[in-house]
């Protein structure tokens, strides 16, 4: 009765987001049939480039594709479940990118001094960063979505003119930064991949937010101030500085994202590189696909970033843009979207009666 | 060329309207969603289909005003999916409004690469523009004459807008059922009032300004198609439409101010191009 | 005569409740009907069907010997009906005309006649005596003016018969005595009015005819002329009240609580509150008395520290220790406990289980947590015992509260703040929108933890409720405490003219001294 129940828990939880895939991939489907391209082989080209490959190359790719977004989507799912839509995930990566690169670059000390107070400075100024949409909540009741989101703007545009002008590489033609010293490189523990060693941390940090949610003190307060801040309030609970603290701790793992991009991938900070591959937006795709449960953005984080990396291959071997892979990426969400609102009207319409 | 900031220099007063135009359109249509009792910020999503829509229409049917009606077509085909998710299906407006932004980004840049076959940016000397349109008398007035002179139809349609909407808010049934709707929804709900019906005429006209913003971007102030052009005009428009508490003077405010900051940006970073 | 209203075997069932079960009703033209229930005996549920909120499982509506079905409130209002709710569908934003006008404006191809619908208006208010002024923002007026409001925006959609949700619980008796005035103005020009309430004195004074329900049935049709309070409380309870409930004499001078001049500036620097001095002592329920906006929300917020205001000047002090500077964890800490008014959306987290709602308070308890961690077993213990103290309805304590019905969730905020055994409890309206059974329970709690020698402050605007339990009254009137009246010489009627603002003479300067 009781392992019935629980699976039946678990069905109905990963009901609508698995309804929600298979609809993307057919709306999908059909906009490619429209444009004229043949839905099918475009689709074994999408599992292939997203799965595939020699000694499964691609799936290698997708899974350090995966690392961002199931990192940004962590952090996002973090302040989502306390009730605080943070959506200023890119705006925080970057500068906490840029920060780190700097510090990596032009610190005087020994490399795991510069390692450690990189990391340490990155996630400092991120937090502080997300505070700021924190503070206008707070202060002026500007809703967070708007000044996060809004955020993101000067964010990139500071770290662009850090990388353009004070801090640029001269000796190359681009704009970006210098490469960071080979010390403070993660190291690649998959041979011929971009898989670094700096990936295994985001399966810990998500196992680790998900125990924190369940089980202790802290994860009981973030959960009740999703349900009913103003319950949290009158039990004697400071909700303010909850909201600070779960902006700052959102704000520095979005910096701490941005930091295994520039040590682990680029060795550099170059502008685009974190903004291009819409590293936030799918990962708040993915925080919303998971109701922001910590475990299944591993899942939903994975899934997204195979769409993504599969649509690379589906563009190189069948022609399709890639930009397919947003745009189902997108109708997902719709579909999320729609059920949990038709949830929500038939709650509502029992509870009326 | 001068090198100070000379702000009453033609060009420049010129500009401002030029760049105006496009956050007030949207902020209008913000404006009327937010007085209905949704918060769209889909503006970003709808204007941007207005832009590949004004181009598409232009290339195709020769002409350009056929491109403006084209983009205001596809804008709200996209308000018309928001619209579905949000009245029918009850969808979370703010989460709803997202995906519908990166569903029209997307979306244009696959129609750029699958109908013009480029990347990045499409344009051709068979894209019809805007013409630029000459008030008489007023063009000839020092200073009030380049700024609100010399522009294309949009931007005047612009400020008939302003009007059209204070009147529907103030003097018509529809209006006063629009701003009932959005404060007592229950209450316009026991007089009989479809909520349904209001929410979308406010979704789907802002719709229509939202496209006939992105027509404007792509047909009036350049003849092109750039990838996400709309360049967050969109979330510009929706601050624009709450600093001017969602009142259409108050709206067409705040956009001038908006619009004449941006201008004044432009003007800078080109003065600093030349030292 | 032909009935106005005939409303024949009507049923109505939610899932796991008969709330109108087989009623008919009639109502003849030009009279006053007195509709009188307690809470969920079914009464709204029954107009709502009525106006066509909601359709009902079986049974027939005839309005003037026709047979109508209503699917919506449009059907009803063209049959004739109007509905002034308890919340008021009032839109504060727009003016009074537009108010009036909503839905039915006078029109020339979609632009509103706006001079037609003013004079309209006007002469609408003239012919039935209901001054306003048409211009005015409807957020900007009192609530008896906005009261006549919503009867205007039934009498302009020429409504014939009119109902009265709870019409007077918002109003100071003095608004009562013209709102009465007026009933019996549009009945006497061949409206049909009914009239909900569960407070009898009301009913006496103006219905010509009472139907009291309960547990869904009708239990008793009366001619008020004919019959007496009693009678009918009988009726609606199924027995006679007990208003004198049991309690131990307890003669104790230590101050619990102490608020002295306290002075309350509200967040657009309004003056809300006004010199309030008062104390609670231990082994005392203090009753505030008064109309719902008279400031007692904010006194209460003030005291337990979720105030929004810009300025409290005074001195609050719990056992001797001042509180202003506190939060309200210290204050918690320091013995005070809350049954706050609005539970749905203060009190509780209904998506949340029912054991986490329990725990809130006892969160830093060594058996709830240690180190920063929960501990599933002591939540478990704790919150089986809460549910079984306090009868508390439920399958599971991990079931999510949102399941639960109205009483129960009362009892889950009372179980819990009544747990602390806190030496101020503060319970507002404790038993809104509970059930009979539900309610004597939470009244008993409420004595016990009196009888332990705590104090209690309750908030109610039922007056009987603080009648009967209270040991000293005090009454609130536009931010002032005007009165005050010990447990044993409390009338309803000098406590009700307070209400309205009338200072007895002589009780000034007893207030003072307290």
């Keep these: 009765m009781k392992i019935r129940k629980s699976f039946r828990n678990l069905t109905s939880s990963f009901k609508a987001p698995v309804i929600a895939v298979i609809g993307g991939l057919l709306i999908g489907g059909i906009i490619m049939l429209i444009s004229g391209f043949e839905p099918f082989s475009s689709y074994r080209a999408l599992f292939d480039g997203a799965f595939g490959g020699k000694n499964s190359a691609n799936l290698v790719g997708t899974l350090v594709r995966s690392a961002p977004i199931i990192g940004l989507a962590l952090a996002a799912s973090i302040s989502f479940k306390a009730g605080f839509f943070n959506i200023g995930g890119e705006g925080q990566m970057v500068l906490g990118a840029i920060t780190a690169a700097i510090i990596a670059i032009y610190a005087p000390f020994s490399a795991p001094i510069t390692a450690v107070l990189a990391v340490l400075g990155a996630i400092t100024v991120s937090g502080c960063y997300a505070l700021i949409g924190a503070w206008l909540d707070i202060r002026f009741s500007i809703p967070l979505f708007i000044s996060t989101l809004l955020l993101n703007y000067p964010a990139n545009y500071f770290a662009t003119y850090l990388a353009n002008h004070p801090f640029r590489d001269l000796t190359t033609g681009e704009v970006q930064t210098q490469r960071i010293p080979a010390a403070l490189q993660i190291p690649k523990i998959i041979p011929k991949t971009q898989f670094h060693a700096g990936i295994l941390i985001i399966p810990i940090l998500v196992f680790l937010a998900a125990y924190i949610f369940k089980y202790t003190k802290i994860g009981y307060k973030l959960r009740m101030c999703g349900y009913n801040k103003n319950f949290l309030t009158y039990g004697g609970v400071n909700t303010v500085k909850l909201e600070y603290g779960t902006l700052f701790i959102s704000g520095a793992l979005a910096g701490l994202i941005g930091v295994l991009e520039v040590f682990g991938m680029r060795y550099r900070y170059l502008p685009g590189m974190l903004t291009t591959p819409l590293y936030a937006w799918t990962a708040v795709t993915a925080a919303i696909l998971a109701n922001s449960n910590p475990i299944g953005v591993l899942f939903s984080g994975f899934l997204l970033a195979a769409i993504q990396n599969g649509g690379y291959g589906m563009e190189r071997t069948s022609e399709v843009p890639r930009e397919i892979s947003r745009v189902i990426q997108a109708v997902i969400i719709m579909i999320v979207c729609a059920a949990t609102g038709l949830k929500r009207k038939n709650v509502s319409s029992r509870k009326e009666g | 060329m001068d090198n100070t900031l000379n702000l009453l220099d033609p060009i420049f ?263 | 005569m032909q009935n106005a209203i005939e409303l024949k075997n009507i049923c109505k069932s939610f899932p796991g409740v008969k709330a109108n079960d087989n009623i008919s009703l009639a109502v003849k033209r030009g009279e006053i009907r007195a509709l009188v229930g307690e809470n969920g005996a079914g009464k709204t549920t029954l107009m709502n069907i009525l106006y066509g909120l909601l359709q009902p499982d079986s049974g027939t509506i005839e309005i003037n010997g026709e047979k109508c079905e209503f699917y919506s409130p449009m059907d009803a209002i063209k049959s004739g009906l109007g509905m002034v709710h308890q919340h008021f569908m009032l839109f504060s934003e727009l003016s009074v005309v537009e108010n009036i006008i909503y839905g039915m404006e006078p029109q020339n191809s979609g632009f509103i006649r706006k001079k037609q619908a003013r004079n309209e208006v006007i002469e609408l208010a003239k012919e039935y005596n209901l001054e306003v002024d048409p211009d005015a923002k409807v957020g900007n007026l009192p609530v008896g003016v906005q009261q006549r409001v919503e009867i205007l925006k039934a009498l302009y959609r020429k409504a014939q018969i009119l109902i009265f949700d709870e019409p007077t619980a918002v109003l100071t008796p003095n608004e009562q005595i013209g709102f009465f005035e007026m009933l019996r103005k549009l009945a006497a020009n061949e409206k049909t009015i009914i009239f909900i309430t569960h407070k009898l004195n009301e009913v006496m004074q103006i219905s010509h005819t009472i139907s009291v329900m309960r547990l869904g049935k009708i239990t008793a049709e009366l001619k008020t002329a004919e019959t007496n309070t009693q009678e009918i409380s009988r009726s609606m309870v199924g027995r006679d009240v007990l208003f004198d409930l049991e309690r131990k004499e307890i003669n104790s001078d230590n101050v619990v609580l102490s608020v002295e001049n306290l002075n309350v500036f509200d967040k657009n620097n309004i003056h809300i509150l006004k010199d309030i001095n008062f104390r609670v002592c231990e082994g005392e329920i203090v009753g505030i008395a008064g109309v719902a906006g008279n400031g007692q929300d904010e006194l209460i917020r003030a005291i337990v520290g979720l105030s929004d205001a810009n300025y409290i000047f005074g001195k609050i002090e719990l056992i001797g220790s001042q509180l202003n500077h506190d939060s309200i964890k210290e204050r918690r800490s320091k013995g005070l406990s809350y049954i706050p008014e609005d539970r749905n959306s203060v009190g509780l987290a209904l998506q949340a289980t029912v054991a986490e709602n329990l725990v809130l308070g006892n969160i830093d308890d060594p058996e709830i947590t240690r180190k920063g961690m929960l501990i599933k077993e002591g939540i478990r213990k704790f919150s089986e015992s809460l549910r079984d103290q306090y009868l508390i309805k439920t399958n599971n304590i991990d079931e999510e509260a949102a399941n639960l019905s109205g009483g129960n969730l009362q009892k889950v905020v009372v179980a819990r703040e009544m747990n602390h055994q806190s030496k101020l409890l503060i319970a507002e309206q404790p038993t809104r929108g509970v059930d009979i059974g539900a309610i004597e329970h939470i009244h008993t709690q409420l004595l016990d933890h009196r009888s332990k020698n705590n104090a209690v402050l309750l908030v109610s605007t039922e007056l009987s409720e603080i009648i009967s339990l209270s040991d000293r009254i005090l009454v609130m009137f536009e931010g002032q405490i005007i009165g005050e009246s010990a447990h044993d010489e409390a009338i309803e009627e000098s406590i009700g003219l307070m209400m309205a603002g009338v200072i007895p003479q002589g009780d000034r300067s007893n207030v003072n001294e307290n």
């Design chain 2, 13 to 275: 007063l010129n500009s401002i309207f030029r760049l105006v135009t496009p956050i007030l359109l949207a902020a209008l249509g913000g404006m009327v969603c937010t007085r209905a009792g949704i918060v769209n910020i889909a503006l970003e999503g709808h204007m941007i289909m207005g832009c590949f829509g004004g181009v598409l229409g232009s290339y195709y049917l020769k002409s350009a005003i056929g491109g403006v009606l084209v983009g205001m077509i596809m804008s709200m085909l996209v308000a018309l999916i928001y619209g579905i998710l949000r009245v029918n299906f009850g969808a979370e407006e703010v989460v709803v409004g997202l995906a519908v932004n990166l569903f029209s980004t997307s979306l244009t840049v696959f129609l750029l690469r699958t109908i013009f076959k480029v990347t990045g940016t499409f344009s051709s000397p068979d894209l019809k523009g805007l013409k630029i349109l000459e008030l008489p008398i007023i063009k000839d007035i020092p200073i009030i004459g380049p700024l609100l002179s010399g522009h294309t139809i949009v931007v005047y349609f612009s400020w008939i807008c302003v009007a059209l909407t204070y009147i529907l808010f103030f003097n018509t049934t529809l209006g006063l059922r629009i701003r009932g709707v959005g404060e007592n929804p229950e209450a316009s709900k026991t007089l009989g009032i479809s909520i349904s019906k209001i929410h979308y005429f406010a979704i789907l006209l802002c719709g229509a300004f939202c496209g006939l913003a992105g027509a404007q971007l792509s047909l009036g102030n350049v003849t092109m198609f750039v990838e996400e052009m709309s360049g967050g005009r969109g979330w510009i428009a929706i601050v624009a439409s709450l600093l001017g508490q969602a009142h259409p003077i108050g709206v067409f405010l705040a956009s001038t101010l908006f619009g004449f900051v941006s201008s004044l940006s432009f003007r800078i970073q080109g003065l600093a191009g030349f030292v």
